[in-house]
């Protein structure tokens, strides 16, 4: 009974991987990304640039988005 359980949650993490992966590859081919990827040091970077001056840097990551600093209407007040 207890392999049983066992090899269901294995299955069942194992299909929900499997989906994520592929609905992430499907929303990758539907939303083109804001502004354009550089590679630095063998490091793959988002980089996006508004306005003109001074630049200012923000950095994201851990989840977050460049469109969350669009959409909250910080890049409109830092520039």
């Known amino acids: 009974m207890r392999r049983n359980l066992v ?5 069942l993490i194992a ?6 992966t592929f609905r992430t590859a499907q ?12 590679t630095v040091d063998g490091v793959r970077l988002h980089n996006a640039a508004f306005g003109s001056g001074e630049p200012i840097v923000l950095l994201q990551g851990n989840g977050s988005l460049i469109q969350e600093f669009l959409s909250s209407g910080l890049v409109h007040y830092a520039m």
Do not use: D, I, K, M
């Open 27 to 38: 929303a990758r081919r539907q939303v083109e990304p804001t502004g354009r990827f550089l």
């Open 7 to 11: 090899a269901l949650g294995v299955g």
């Open 15 to 20: 299909l929900t991987a499997g989906a994520v």
